[in-house]
């Protein structure tokens, strides 16, 4: 843990406890989810019960307590995307992973996870790993999307750049 | 940089800013908002800075980055001026052609242009494309024209004069009695008028006030809000000043979902410049008013929406809602009064302010005034987001804007209000669009999600999703949401998956009854609304999932078997070669077929076969 990343987090926003949630979304995005003993050193340096950071960490969707993979694939579940077909492709990439909602795979390559909305409707149905968004998905584009974030040598011949 | 001091230095500034302008030189707008983002037009940008570049042409081109045209099926959407041609799907390799010809020789690309679906002719201009025909673009004007991340282009259509005159020729409660008597009602879902929320806030004891913006669009298929602070920030800004001086608060927080990077950046930028250029903080336009502005970044749940707990939220918290009243107009953050509004509420407050109420109200019904802007998505021909005055039909927004329904389909229904909303049929197809012509039609205005559903579209599955998104929003505190919502949701799994009973829908009515009864926030009470509506228009679909085990919409997978028709299918072996179970034969140029038992209907053989073969029965 760095524990200089932490302390400058817990500066900038002044060690106040109205903005445990916003010092909390700084801190994941230091290992991309928020271990334990982070948590626990930033309850002693705020004086901020264990209990109310535990509580925000598990009813905020943002937050996760277990690491996620180099590359988060957030399929987008919003009423457009539904109505698209997202449910079939959410299925094609669990299946093509051999992971659940919530998890990573071994390799740590991917994390999957859904999204309510991610505002890009007229663009449904919509995925996004990483940075990238992919637009009108269907379960036949999914294993050339991920194969994109294998490196090269796995890659399929037609990954799309 | 320009410390605006006084009325007469915002009017200097504008003024020179005007001036500087050459009215040679060609602009060339590139949208850069989510959707057009997600299209990648930051490369198309980085592609037309370096044409120019390369070509020196920087005296004669300027490159602009904008907000949201709405129509973001097209995107990338670029516009040239002076040409004023409205450029669909650019690539980077669409860049050299419109930097050659249609920005140095003002000759319009046709292969670019928007073409009429049924005549194929090109349409040049914006306005001459029937999505925009019958829009009215109040709110979402400046969207697509100026560059949210300057704040001189704000100020340069107009911007932050409603300010100064709020601040200087008009009183607070002035101010307070022009936004009642506008007639405008919240943008975000409850409809509540904005006026009396100002006037019951402004007269509630206590010295220290707070205006709140509620930014976290948690509605799925609604995205109106985003496209505003991303692509008109200082519109947001300058109504929160506003409202600020008229209720007497000196802090203001904007509550923007995490989902939303864009959003956050071009706001905090819009914050920082306006603090730069004297607009926010101390002593605005020199007139003793303080006013600050912060962001607060929500952490993705659905709930918090709700306006106590997204109070609760700002406070640090896990944000739960507590009952009403009082309300947060009475006790809201920190226990202080509070005015909490949507973001596309606020926007609509310096149009208000500026060309007083009755041009307002003279937008609109009776009972719902102005503007409102929907996200028209689903099934529609045209998709994106879409402007009109309150009252416009639904016909006239479906199949006028909307251009009717996709691949000929027939369409079926149309949900508005997002989770807490309803389903609306064909039979209701020339109503008015306003806030209780929605109520009655067993809808809600919600945030302005408008999802168009065709005959593809199950609505069981429909209620079933929406009931599943609540189930695991409800933040479950009470019990009529929490256990309410997990029966609601097993009832209407049983059914989609072929395990309905007779009964079923009566007990959905019942529950929904209680929960509607007994919830503590809008959350649980509301979230009978999207399962009610559709038993009241879609009843024969509940009827034949349960009573007939079939699925009309072959939506529901157990309802159903994919099948290959024999007289489309011609051989080309795609689906066979693509099938994960290998569920297909089929000979080289001969009709295929799938076996039921292998097939896992994953989809990939529906969704990739070029000559629509693959039915559903």
Known sequence: MDLKKVDSILEKHGYRHSEVIGIMQDLQEIENYLPQEMLRYVSGKLELNLTRIFDIATFYKCFSLVPRGRHIIRVCCGTACHLGGAARNLEQVKRLLNVEEGETTEDLTFSLETVNCLGACALAPVTVVGKDYYDAVHPGKIEKILSKYYPESKRLPDAQD | ??????????????????????????????????GCQARRSGKVIDAFENEIREKGLQDKVEIKKTGCHGFCEMGPIVVVEPTNSFYCRVGTKDVTDIVSETALKDKVIDRLLWKHPATKEAVVSQNDIPFYKKQKKVVSHNSGRIDPT????????????????????????????????????????????????????????????????????????????????????????????????AIGAR?????????????????????????????????ILGT?????????????????????????????????????????????????????????????????????????????????????????????????????????????????????????????????GGPSGGCIPISKIDMPVDYDSLRDAGAIMGSG???????????????????????????????????????????????????????????????????????????????????????????????????????????????????????????????????????IFGEKKKPHVIDPQRCIKCGICYSICKREAIRVK
């Open chain 2, 288 to 416: 003793g008013f303080d006013f600050t502005i912060r962001i607060s970044r929500g952490g993705g749940a659905f709930v918090c929406g709700e306006e106590t707990a997204l109070i609760i939220s700002i406070e640090g918290k896990s944000g739960t809602p507590r009952a009403r009243p009082p309300y947060p107009a009475i006790e809201g953050l920190w226990g202080n009064p509070t005015v909490l509004n949507n973001v596309e509420t606020f926007a609509n407050i310096p149009k208000i302010v500026l060309n007083g109420a009755p041009w307002y109200s003279d937008m609109g019904t009776a009972g719902s005034k102005g503007t409102k802007i929907f996200s028209l998505v689903g099934k529609a021909k045209n998709t994106g987001l879409v402007e009109v005055k309150m009252g416009t039909t639904l016909r006239e927004i479906i199949f006028d804007i909307g251009g009717g329904i996709r691949k000929s389909k027939r369409f079926k229904a149309v949900q508005t």
């Open chain 2, 1 to 34: 940089m320009h410390r605006i001091r006084t009325i007469s230095d915002l009017e200097e500034l504008r003024q020179s800013i005007l001036a500087k302008r050459d009215p040679e030189k060609v602009v060339i707008g590139v949208c850069c908002t989510t």
């Open chain 2, 150 to 245: 300057n704040i001189e282009d704000y100020i340069a259509v107009g911007g932050y004069s409603a300010l100064a005159k709020g601040l200087t020729a008009m009183t607070p409660a002035g101010v307070v009695e022009t936004v009642v008597a506008s007639g405008i009602r919240g943008r975000g879902g409850g409809g509540f008028p904005t006026g009396i929320k100002w006037r019951i806030c402004s007269s509630a004891p206590g010295d220290t006030k707070y205006i709140i913006a509620n930014g976290d669009e948690g509605d799925p298929g609604a995205y109106m809000d985003r496209s505003l602070m991303e692509g008109d920030p200082h519109s947001i800004i300058e109504g929160m000043i506003i409202g600020g001086f």
């Open chain 2, 251 to 283: 802090e203001g927080i904007i509550y923007v979902r995490d989902e939303y990077p864009i959003a956050i950046q071009h706001l905090s930028m819009a914050i920082k410049q306006a603090e730069e250029y004297g607009l926010l903080g101390h002593d």
């Open chain 2, 449 to 583: 999600g408008m999802i168009v559903m065709d005959e593809t579209s199950c609505m069981v599955d429909v209620a079933r999703y929406f009931i599943h998104f609540l189930m695991f929003e409800s933040c479950g505190k009470c019990v009529p949401c929490r256990e309410g919502l997990k029966q609601m949701h097993e009832i209407l799994k049983n059914i989609c998956e072929g395990r309905g009973q007779r009964g079923d829908i009566e007990l959905l009515s019942d529950l929904a009854g209680v929960m509607t009864t007994a919830s503590l926030c809008a959350l649980g009470g509301t979230a009978p609304n999207p399962v009610l509506s559709t038993i009241r228009y879609f009843r024969d679909e509940y009827e034949a999932h349960i009573f007939e085990k079939r699925c009309p919409a072959g939506v529901c997978k157990n309802l159903f078997e994919y099948v290959i028709n024999q007289e489309r299918c011609n051989g080309c072996t795609l689906c066979r070669l693509r099938c994960p179970q290998e569920a």
